[in-house]
Every structure is written in structure tokens, then in C-alpha cells.
């Protein structure tokens, strides 16, 4: 018996969309002359794909100021994720962290603050006194917490990042680039509660002390761009002006992010001209949902007789307006799912291609324990069909 069978159970699915080589990101680029980036460093990235629809020296080293606190909030919200920390938990500052200089929302020393406070007050206002005291209640203290970022980094495929703080203050060892910048934002996109501070406008932090700090979003496009709910400024001498951003349109997210820009107005303009761009002459269609069945198998010898199985990961792929390409999708299964088997069991997998050429292949996997039938069960079963 052949291990998989194939059932075209999605074929052919053809649509009119903008594409470069799918199996090569660097052929999504658009032409410079299409859009005029005069800051150091830039990138537009479609969110799902990861394909990269304009580049201008996206993996240069360059200082990218607060954009590095990028990596505090993911780390941040993957331990409230894990349940580490819960918004409500009091974290105690310390005179280190009451003291950063920049910018700040002028914590005290000594007292105690919500975790939910001092997120936000990173998110929104960029905080550096708050940055720090999210390190140190993690890791002990800053330095820890930063070799913390950079083994992460790591685990990203960040391979143009060395974290130094956990600030973005100027430290000479410290570097990043525009497309590692897209990469953490990508991926600090994917906790949902992140756009809950990220999407705030004005706000304020009241302190233990009664006495009340404003807080403004540092990124005003979340203001005066349609669909815009995320990102990240950063602004020093020695990086200029910098700023990842992500919106929103229909089906489509994408990721821009300017390093080096000369002045602030000119980093929202160019992240802006990035956003229209990309929105304006890309669209993307998923090929593959991970939350819809893919496909139903019978069970062997299972409490149950059939079982939906679902692609391990969606897939999507970003092409160019007006471009007619033929997307196929053929899904390989197993006859049959055997029991026991549990969350997780690959039993096939779905292969994308594009004119005959392999793009994907993304495993098929079952989403719940299957338990075998019992003697008595399985007697019962026979002697039914009897």
C-alpha cells in the first residue's frame, strides 16, 4: 500500500493577482524608481507570505534607536502569553529604571506598577524608564534581559541585529536593519492585545502617587493613515529617524519600515508612500486555511469512525494587480488516520505550485487525540456488522 494517495481536493485555484517569483522573495521588489525612499534603509513586507515587495538596502547594520524596543514588547507578550505575568501584576521599580533619560513617562522608585502600565506605556509613548523595569522584573537586571533579546534575535533569523540595551539608546556595539526590524514587528503583530495599546491615540498613566503622566502615541499614523494599528518610532542623532509600521486593508496587512529618514516628517511620509504603494499595486489571496478542514478521513479501530484533518499552517501569496497566474493546490493524504493518534500527527500534506513549479508544501496534521476502541467496543463493532 502506497503511504499517500492523492486526492485533488483543491486544484486549481486560479485568481488575478500580482506576483513575482513565489520561490524567491527578492524578485518581489519593486523598481527604486517606482517609489522615491531617500532615507538610509527601507522595506514593505506583505505580513502573511513574508514576501518583501520594496527593499532599499534592508539588511544594512545600522542604529535603529527605539525601533530596538520592539523586542522588549515581544518578549514581554510572550510571557503574558505563557502566563508568567498577568496584566494586573505588580512590578516594583527600581532607582536604575526610574532614572533612564529620553524619552520617559517618569516612573518613582520604589513603588509598585501594573504590568498592564508599564506595556503601554512602551507601546504607546516609547518609555525608556518602562522598558527597563519590564527587563529587569524578567531577567533580574538590563543586561540579562538584552542577551535574553538577542538569543531570541537568534531564533528569528534576525542575523543583521545585536542587541546592547533593551532601549535603543545609543551603545556603540549595537545594530540592526529595516528587514530585521519587519521580522520582530511581524511577529509582535500576531498577539492579538498588542493592538489594544497600539491603536491608542492620547491616554494617561496615573502613578502610585496620584499625580498623572500623558501619554501619546509616538507614531501619528496610527492617527491620520486608513488602517494603520501598529508599529514602533525611534528617533536619535546617531540613527536619525526611524519607523516600522503595520496597516491594515481588507485581506491584506503590510509592514513597512524606514531607518535613517533626515526628520520625523519625513519618516511618515516615506512609510506612508511604502503602505500607498504596496496597497495600491499588490493584493494577496489565501491559498491554504489552517482553520478549515482540508480534508475527512475514516478512523481505524477509533471510538470514532472519521476525523477532520486541517494544513499545519495557512499559506497565502502576495502577486501583482492585474497579473493572471494559475495557483494549483493538491492535497496527499493517508487512507485512513490510525488510533491511537494525537493532536499533531501528520497524515499527508498539501503541495502548492505555480505553473508546475513547487512554492509549498505545508504538512497535514490531525487536531484532536483519537482513542482507540476498546475490546468490548471493538466486539460490539464486529458482531453489529455481523
Not at 228 to 238: A, H, I, L, P
Not at 324 to 348: Q, R
Amino acid at each position: 500500500m502506497k503511504k499517500f494517495w492523492t486526492s485533488c481536493i483543491l486544484c486549481v485555484l486560479a485568481f488575478t493577482i500580482l506576483c513575482c517569483n513565489m520561490q524567491s522573495a527578492e524578485q518581489c521588489y519593486a523598481e527604486q524608481s517606482d517609489i522615491d525612499i531617500t532615507s538610509k534603509s527601507a522595506i514593505l513586507m506583505e505580513y502573511d507570505s513574508g514576501d518583501v515587495l520594496f527593499s532599499k538596502d534592508a539588511e544594512q547594520h545600522l542604529p535603529v534607536a527605539s525601533m530596538v524596543k520592539m523586542m522588549t514588547i515581544l518578549i514581554s507578550l510572550e510571557e503574558l502569553d505563557e502566563e508568567n505575568v498577568a496584566l494586573d501584576t505588580k512590578i516594583t521599580t527600581t532607582e536604575n529604571a526610574s532614572s533612564m533619560g529620553g524619552s520617559q513617562v517618569f516612573l518613582d522608585p520604589y513603588v509598585d506598577y501594573t504590568f498592564e502600565d508599564l506595556l503601554k506605556s512602551v507601546i504607546m509613548a516609547s518609555a525608556n524608564d518602562a522598558s527597563v523595569a519590564l527587563a529587569e522584573y524578567f531577567n533580574g537586571n538590563e543586561n540579562a534581559f538584552t542577551n535574553r533579546m538577542n538569543r531570541k534575535a537568534k531564533e528569528l533569523g534576525m542575523t543583521d541585529t545585536h542587541y546592547a540595551n533593551c532601549t535603543g539608546l545609543p551603545a556603540p556595539e549595537q545594530y540592526s536593519s529595516a528587514k530585521d526590524t519587519a521580522i520582530v514587528l511581524k511577529e509582535i503583530l500576531k498577539h492579538e492585545i498588542y493592538h489594544k495599546y497600539s491603536t491608542i491615540w492620547m491616554d494617561e498613566l496615573t502613578h502610585p502617587s496620584g499625580r498623572t503622566t500623558e501619554l501619546v502615541n509616538t507614531n501619528r499614523l496610527i492617527r491620520y493613515f486608513q488602517g494603520c494599528d501598529g508599529g514602533k518610532t525611534g528617533s536619535t542623532n546617531e540613527a536619525g529617524c526611524c519607523l516600522g509600521a503595520s496597516a491594515k486593508r481588507g485581506n491584506m496587512r503590510l509592514i513597512s519600515v524606514i531607518v535613517g529618514a533626515p526628520n520625523s516628517k519625513t519618516r511618515f511620509n516615506e512609510s506612508a508612500s511604502l503602505l500607498n504603494y504596496g496597497f495600491s499595486n499588490f493584493e494577496s489571496e489565501k491559498l491554504v486555511d489552517s482553520d478549515v478542514a482540508i480534508a475527512r478521513l475514516p478512523i481505524i479501530k477509533g471510538k470514532t469512525e472519521e476525523t477532520d484533518v486541517f494544513a499545519n499552517e495557512s499559506f497565502s501569496a502576495v502577486v501583482k494587480k492585474g497579473d493572471k497566474l494559475g495557483f494549483e493546490v493538491c492535497v496527499e493524504t493517508n487512507k485512513a488516520v490510525k488510533a491511537p493518534s494525537k493532536v499533531g500527527d501528520v497524515v499527508g500534506k498539501a503541495v502548492v505550485t505555480r505553473n508546475g513549479n513547487l512554492v509549498k508544501e505545508i504538512p497535514i496534521v490531525v487536531k484532536e487525540n483519537i482513542k482507540p476502541r476498546s475490546y468490548i467496543e471493538t466486539t460490539h463493532t464486529v458482531l453489529g456488522k455481523w
